[in-house]
């Protein structure tokens, strides 16, 4: 998963390197439904765009909804909304503003169906409903779940919720102890509750389901505490569960049968899932299922990522380490593997595979490719089959010094010797840091233009790898990553990426890792968030920065568009600094404590000047 809370060192002061190599090729610069979402309008069917790409599931319900995480199965966050244009865009105002009542990381998104938005916070994980039609946007409901304080000491990496799924009158979403809720949108009352995490072992729920043919699709926190990742079903009715994967281990508990046809002969085998770890260490290995989760109805396969193997000690687990920092395909029917791709084999950077997987058919070639395309934690971006497992295309998106580039016989990184970790010795300044080239924040993608529009960071690392013991419920972790500036001179940028091509076409640099997600619409506008407080909307061509506003938080969750009842397009962001950058490693963000003891982050020590601890709501409109 991210880094762990109790082991990870004091981090260096920021030093702009120049050992990192790598820089990409770049030219820088209510109505409730009784159904599950569909499409409604025409322009959402996944017809070919002016760039010849399509996306290849439908937007959920009408163009003016929002009603799961990505606004549609193929994670695109891309609306057809037009109404904000490159042209106006610069009139963009505060529509209205709402506080959550709740500090620490925003990173996930609001829901829109029909006449009612509904949010989720952080732990403790209120959900509320606001009317849209009404002056002022009052609450229709409040719902504060019960949910253990014992779950805020076992996350990993801050307390943070990333958003609801709705289908069938109802929204589904996870608890940080481990429970999947169900609440009626109707009433705001609980429909049904699930535990699905063994907190006691250190399995935490962080992130946001899927709703896919009657079931709520959820997986596991905890790569951090030693946990077995996993990845289930539940029956959307009534929270009972339908099956459940786990994604090491032998075959018949990772599900691994007839179906399976990996691409590569290296991923061929019996058991790999144990055989690929020494003795029983799989047992321990991590392998979460923290990150975004897409679904091609047409293959009804379910796409989800892995996180890192446990612990970061590489000594303590040689071998693959399959099937963690994997992309994994699994029938959404029984949770049987399709396919499978391990990104980083035998991962000793803390580089999670969990980012989302974004379904588009790209023109390739001379011929349409059904492609899923992943910006990865290790910092490539990989186009791959998304019915064989093929990687097609794989180019580094950010700057980078421990891989020389992908081979596509096979699929496996060709790794650097000096780059790779092991126990007892200190290796310095590896690019990019455990924070990765992309963490969580989710790229968007248009099909007018054809590119993806990419959050990134440029950090850098030393890491020193040291022998740990695994005890349940706490860090297994076994190593020191302070992190520091990677080359440039700047932190982060958020950047436009052909998949077809493997090429930057513009960028925009930030001083800090950008760490809030993106949405793009047809009006040939994106919009992203900065971990300053600014939020922007930028011309989806040329990525000239249009307009910005200073939301005062910093940005760390991801934008999405509706249409209110007054027939006018809005925009929605949270403001909260939190995850990674506002909890591990930022300066003094935090001001609720009087008596705050706690180690002041040092990789980005200067960012207390600009924002701190939030938790608001803004929507903005022409």
């Known amino acids: ?124 994980n209120v959900s509320y409903a606001i009317d849209l039609t009404q002056t002022g946007q009052p609450l229709k409901w409040k719902f504060r779940p019960e949910n253990s304080q014992q779950a805020i000491g076992r996350a990993c990496c801050d307390v943070v919720n990333r958003g609801a799924a709705y289908a069938d009158g109802k929204i589904f979403y996870n608890l940080l102890d481990g429970h999947t809720i169900a609440i009626d949108v109707a009433t705001g009352m609980q429909v049904w509750r699930t535990k699905m995490g063994d907190l006691s072992r250190g399995e935490t729920i962080t992130m946001a389901p899927i709703v896919v043919k009657g079931k709520v699709i959820v997986g596991s926190s905890g790569g951090e505490m030693g946990v077995r990742g996993w990845i289930a079903a539940l029956e959307a009715a009534t929270g009972k569960e339908v099956w459940r994967a786990y994604n090491i281990g032998p075959d018949k508990d990772v599900k691994v049968g007839p179906k399976f046809k990996t691409f590569y002969a290296h991923d061929r085998g019996k058991d790999l899932g144990a055989s690929s770890w020494p003795g029983d260490t799989w047992k321990t290995g991590g392998g979460a299922v923290w990150g975004w989760l897409s679904y091609d109805p047409a293959l009804n396969l379910i796409y989800h990522g892995t996180s890192n193997p446990g612990p970061w000690n590489e000594s303590q687990r040689s071998g693959d380490n399959k099937w963690t920092a994997s992309i994994l395909a699994r029938d959404a029917d029984t949770g049987e593997m399709v396919w499978a791709f391990q990104v980083t084999p035998h991962d000793m950077w803390d580089y999670d595979a969990v980012n989302e997987n974004i379904l588009v058919d790209l023109p390739i070639k001379g011929q349409t490719r059904k492609t899923l395309v992943h910006f990865d934690r290790n910092g490539f971006a990989y186009t791959i089959d998304r019915a064989t497992g093929e990687v097609i295309l794989a180019e580094p998106f950010v700057p980078m010094n421990w891989s020389t580039g992908i081979d596509l016989t096979t699929g496996r990184p060709k790794v650097v010797e000096t780059k790779k970790t092991a126990q007892d010795k200190n290796v310095k ?80 640099r930030e001083p800090y890792p950008v760490w809030g997600g993106a949405l793009a619409t047809a009006g040939g506008v994106v919009f992203y968030g900065t971990l300053d407080g600014w939020f922007k909307a930028v011309d989806a061509r040329s990525g000239k920065v249009l307009w910005q506003f200073k939301v005062g938080s910093g940005v760390v969750g991801n934008p999405v568009t509706y249409t209110g009842p007054d027939g006018k397009q809005y925009v929605a962001i949270y403001a909260g600094i939190g995850g990674d950058m506002g909890l591990l490693i930022a300066g003094d963000v935090a001001a609720n404590l009087p008596y705050d003891v706690r180690e002041r982050g040092t990789t980005l020590p200067d960012i207390a000047r600009w924002t701190s601890w939030g938790g608001e709501l803004f929507v903005f409109s022409l």
């Not at 610069?29 to 765009?49: N, W």
């Not at 520091?484 to 940028?493: A, H």
């Open 1 to 124: 998963m991210r880094r762990g809370t109790r082991e990870v060192a004091a981090v260096l002061s920021i030093a702009f390197l120049s050992g990192c190599s790598g820089e990409p090729k770049t030219a820088t610069s209510d109505s409730v439904a009784s159904i599950e979402p569909r499409a409604t309008s025409s322009a959402a069917t996944g017809t070919i765009g002016p760039s010849g790409a399509r996306i290849a599931v439908a937007h959920a319900g009408p163009a003016g909804e929002w009603q799961m995480p990505a606004g549609d199965y193929a994670s695109s966050r891309y609306s057809e909304l037009s109404s904000i244009t490159s042209q106006n865009a610069a009139n963009l105002r505060v529509a209205w503003a709402f506080s959550t009542g709740v500090l620490r990381g925003h990173e996930g998104q609001p829901l829109v169906v029909g006449n009612t938005m509904y949010v989720v916070t952080p732990y403790p």
């Open 429 to 508: 300044d590896i690019c990019p840091s455990l924070e990765g080239g992309k963490n969580q924040q989710p790229a968007a993608f248009s099909p007018q233009t054809g590119l993806f529009y990419v959050p990134t960071n440029n950090l850098c690392m030393d890491f020193q790898a040291r022998a740990v013991t695994y005890i349940a419920g706490t860090p297994f972790i076994g190593g020191n990553a302070p992190e520091k500036g990677g080359p440039g001179g700047y932190r982060g940028e958020f950047i436009a990426w052909d998949a077809t091509t493997g090429k930057k076409i513009w960028g925009i």
